[in-house]
């Protein structure tokens, strides 16, 4: 089984054109553990980037992640959480 859990990664290079999705787990970004997947733009057909594929161990992974991370947030003051 194969889960989406992608966000979009940026080189910060101020090119604003789509680059590859990866996974934004527990403050690191990687690869998905069930590959990639190219994605189109449904007017021109032209790929426009690949966004990864998350795997049950990406998916274990984040919810381990905001596990950890929710007592901090919930505990914390409005202006401290982002």
């Known amino acids: 089984m194969q889960y989406l859990l992608a966000v979009q990664h ?16 527990g403050g690191e970004w990687r690869r998905g ?3 990639a997947a190219d994605t189109f733009d449904p007017a021109t057909e ?6 990864a594929l998350a795997d ?3 998916l274990d992974a984040a919810i381990d992640a ?3 991370a929710f007592p901090a947030w ?7 959480v982002t």
């Open 56 to 58: 049950a161990a990406d």
């Open 10 to 25: 940026h080189d910060g290079a101020g090119d604003s054109r789509m680059r590859d999705v990866l996974l934004h787990i």
């Open 33 to 35: 553990g069930a590959g």
């Open 46 to 51: 032209e790929r426009i980037g690949r966004v």
């Open 74 to 80: 919930r505990d914390g003051r409005a202006e401290t």
């Open 66 to 68: 905001a596990a950890r």
